[in-house]
Structure formats: C-alpha cells, structure tokens
C-alpha cells in the first residue's frame, strides 16, 4: 500500500522538475535537503489560492532575489496547478 508520504513526495518531485527557471526552484526546499513534513510546514504559506503569486513575490524579497519577480509570471500556472492539487490531496 502507497502511504500518503510516498504520494506527496511523488507530487512534489514531478512539481520540482517542471519548474525550469532556477531562481523561481530555489525558493522550494529540496527533497534531498528537507523531510516530508518539512515540506508540508512550507507548503502551508500556499492556503490562500488567490495569493500564490503574493505568496511567491514574498519569497523572492524574503531571500534577496528581486530582480525574478518577472519570471514568476511564466510559472505561475504550474505552481498554481501543483498548489491546488496538493491543497485537494491534503483534504483526502
């Protein structure tokens, strides 16, 4: 049996791969470098759907990195879709 762990980690690799732009990546903690629930923790700055790039915009001048605001914009819709597919996953 798939524990909710395994799956969550899966969810959250395949949403680290599609992220191409490694300055929007940095903000997401890596598996290699955090537990599960570390992730879940991060992921809880993400309840409010309708202020993800809020939220985003928010790490980027938390950690000194500004000048990607712009870039966001091209990612947004798959932070978005892997927030809202882990936003319905965590209910279940």
Known sequence: MTTRKEILIKMYAS?????????????FPQLDEMDASDIVLFLEYFNDETKIKETINDLLIFFNK?????????????IEKFIKEYNFFKKL
């Open 15 to 27: 949403f680290l791969n599609e992220i191409n732009d490694d300055n929007i990546k940095s903000l």
């Open 66 to 78: 500004e000048e990607y605001i712009n870039n966001v914009d091209d990612l947004l819709p798959v």
